[in-house]
């Protein structure tokens, strides 16, 4: 099975700045098709998971455009450049190339 | 709008038996993949089984293959989930998901329910 690691695990941010996590995979996620299928998912506190991004670097509908995903091969990035309050939850990276698919232990984000 | 809702979730002694259902509404589960997830609790997510949109690729996650089995009724929309032999340690909220239309990105979930609660003890 692909293992999927992110950091931090912990991430507090201050509102309006920056945060970034990082998520690497123990292969390669490039498909045979030439496709990554690396996905990100926001859980609230009491939902389920809501994607965020898909293929590495693109926005699902409705997410707002502070939200940017990176990457290739074994390293990924989301990125999100100015914290709001609705942002506090936990983030999953995910990867749909192989199966068994696979997600990040995940990072809460919380507001300092 | 696409929706999901699960249903069936309970407490059950162990070895027992218990069936899931995911009603799906807003697009029709015929043309795309669909999975279950689970959460235990506190935990992290893990992807339980997926279905192809053709019904041809059924997966399993190793932890459930031989007791639990995915299906579906395209007559009335509906996923399910039977899991049999259960044990302590499938404990878990599972989620129902929707996969890519058809093949492309198939194993990446979109739109998920809200959930339904399964408790195995004794």
């Known amino acids: 099975d692909i293992v999927m690691t992110q950091s931090p695990l912990s991430l507090p941010v201050t509102l309006g700045q920056p945060a970034s996590i990082s998520c690497k995979s123990s292969?390669?996620?490039?498909?045979?098709?030439?496709?990554?299928?690396l996905n990100w998912f926001q859980q609230r506190p009491g939902q389920s998971p809501r994607r965020l991004i898909y293929?590495?670097?693109n926005r699902d509908s409705g997410v707002p455009d502070r939200f940017s995903g990176s990457g290739s091969g074994t390293d990924f990035t989301l990125q999100i450049s100015r914290v709001e309050a609705e942002d506090v939850g936990v983030y999953y990276c995910?990867?749909?190339?192989?199966?068994?698919?696979?997600f990040g232990q995940g990072t809460k984000l919380e507001i300092k | 709008q696409v929706q999901l809702v699960e249903s069936g979730g309970d407490v059950v002694q162990p070895g027992r038996s218990l069936r899931l259902s995911c009603a799906a509404s807003?697009?029709?589960?015929?043309?795309?993949?669909m999975h279950w997830v689970r959460q235990a609790p506190g935990k992290g997510l893990e992807g339980v089984t997926v279905?192809?949109?053709?019904?041809?690729?059924?997966y399993y996650a190793d932890s459930v293959k031989g007791r639990f089995t995915i299906s579906r009724d395209n007559s009335k929309n509906t996923l399910y989930l039977q899991m049999n032999s259960l044990r302590p340690e499938d404990t878990a909220v599972y989620y129902c998901?929707?996969?890519?239309?058809?093949?492309?990105?198939?194993?990446?979930?979109?739109?998920w329910g809200q959930g339904t609660l399964v408790t195995v003890s004794s």
């Open positions: 998901a929707r996969g890519a239309f058809q093949y492309f990105d198939w194993l990446s979930p979109d739109y």
């Open positions: 807003g697009f029709s589960i015929n043309t795309h993949a």
């Open positions: 279905i192809s949109y053709d019904e041809k690729n059924k």
């Open positions: 292969q390669s996620l490039v498909h045979s098709d030439g496709n990554t299928y």
């Open positions: 293929r590495v670097s």
């Open positions: 995910m990867q749909g190339t192989h199966w068994p698919v696979t």
